[in-house]
C-alpha cells in the first residue's frame, strides 16, 4: 500500500496530520485568485479550527462546510470592499 495514495480515506491537510478528513474549509486569497475561485483544504475534526484560523488570520475569506466538497458554490464571507 501506498501512502497518501488511497482516495477513499482523504486525510487532514494539516502538516504531518494522517488523520481521516470530515470538513472542508473553502477559501481563496483576494490577491491572486479570482472572486469566484476556491481553493480547500481537507481537515479532520481536530485541525479544522486551526487551518481556519490560519486563513482568517491572513484576512483571506475562509468558509468550513461539513464533509468533503470541491467548493464549487460555496459562498465566502468576502470582505467588504
Ligand atoms: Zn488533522
Redesign the pocket.
Known sequence: MILGLDPDSP????AG???S?SYSVVWRNPKIHSVDRRKVWL??????D??RDFLASRSFPVAVEDGLVDGNGVVLPEADA
Not at 486525510?11 to 494539516?14: A, H, I, K, N
Not at 481537515?43 to 479544522?48: G, N, P, Q, S
Open positions: 486525510q487532514c491537510s494539516r496530520c494522517r488523520s478528513a481537515a479532520c475534526a481536530e485541525h479544522v486551526y487551518l
